[in-house]
Antibody, heavy 117, light 107 residues
C-alpha cells in the first residue's frame, strides 16, 4: 500500500522555523518527485516546489524561494520541508504529494503549522 | 504564471442530478489538467489527469473534457458522497497552479 505519512501539527512562534517530514512507503521513493503544497485555512492550494529524491534536484515556486527548503533522506525514504522566518501568513496545512508527473496522485494527510506568539 | 479560473465558487446541486464544473486557463495547457476532490479535513483526491483520464477507483459517473484553455468536470447521478470542493490544476508549466475551487452544496 502506498502511503505518505507526515509529521504532526506544529505550533511555532513568529520568526522561528519548522521542519515538516513526509515518510514514503509502498513504492520506489527515488522514482518520483516529491511535491509540497500549501493550503491556507479555507483557501485554495498553492504549489511550493518539488524535489527529485534520486539526485536532490529541486524546483521552487518563485513565491516560496527563500521561505521553503526541500531535502530528502534516501536511506529512510523521507522528504523534508524546512520553513524559515515564519509569520502568520505561513499558518496553513502543508501537504506532500507524489506519484504523478506534475500532478498529484497520492497525498500525505497534511501537517498543520500554526504560527502564533 | 498560468491562472486557472473556476467561474463558480459554489454550486447548488440535487441528489441524482448532473453537475458541470468549469475551469478556464489563462493560456493553452494542451490537456495537461488534473481534477481533485477535497472533503473537509481531508487531503485532496486525484480524480482525473490528462483532462480526461479517470484514475483507478474513481466512479464512472465522473468524467472530464475540454481542450485548449477550457475544461470541464462532469458528475452524473450525484451522490451524497460527491458533496465536496473540486479543484482543477494545470501542469503545462511551472509554477503549477490550481483553481480557486468549486464547492458543491445540496439544494
Amino acid at each position: 500500500e502506498i502511503q505518505l505519512q507526515q509529521s504532526g501539527p506544529e505550533l511555532v512562534k513568529p520568526g522561528a522555523s519548522v521542519k515538516v517530514s513526509c515518510k514514503a512507503s509502498g513504492y520506489s521513493f527515488t522514482d518520483y518527485n516529491m511535491y509540497w503544497v500549501k493550503q491556507s485555512h479555507g483557501k485554495s492550494l498553492e504549489w511550493i516546489g518539488y524535489i527529485d529524491p534520486y539526485n536532490g534536484g529541486t524546483s521552487y515556486n518563485q513565491k516560496f524561494k527563500g521561505k521553503a527548503t526541500l531535502t530528502v533522506d534516501k536511506s529512510s525514504s523521507t522528504a523534508f520541508m524546512h520553513l524559515n522566518s515564519l509569520t502568520s501568513e505561513d499558518s496553513a496545512v502543508y501537504y506532500c504529494a507524489s506519484l504523478g508527473r506534475s500532478w498529484f496522485a497520492y497525498w500525505g494527510q497534511g501537517t498543520l503549522v500554526t504560527v502564533s506568539a | 504564471d498560468i491562472q486557472m479560473t473556476q467561474s463558480s465558487s459554489y454550486l447548488s446541486v440535487s441528489l441524482g442530478g448532473r453537475v458541470t464544473i468549469t475551469c478556464k486557463a489563462s493560456d493553452h495547457i494542451n490537456n495537461w489538467l488534473a481534477w481533485y476532490q477535497q472533503k473537509p479535513g481531508n487531503a485532496p483526491r486525484l480524480l482525473i489527469s490528462g483532462a480526461t483520464s479517470l484514475e483507478t477507483g474513481v466512479p464512472s459517473r465522473f468524467s472530464g473534457s475540454g481542450s485548449g484553455k477550457d475544461y470541464t468536470l462532469s458528475i452524473t447521478s450525484l451522490q451524497t458522497e460527491d458533496v465536496a470542493t473540486y479543484y482543477c490544476q494545470q501542469y503545462w508549466s511551472t509554477p503549477l497552479t490550481f483553481g480557486a475551487g468549486t464547492k458543491l452544496e445540496l439544494k
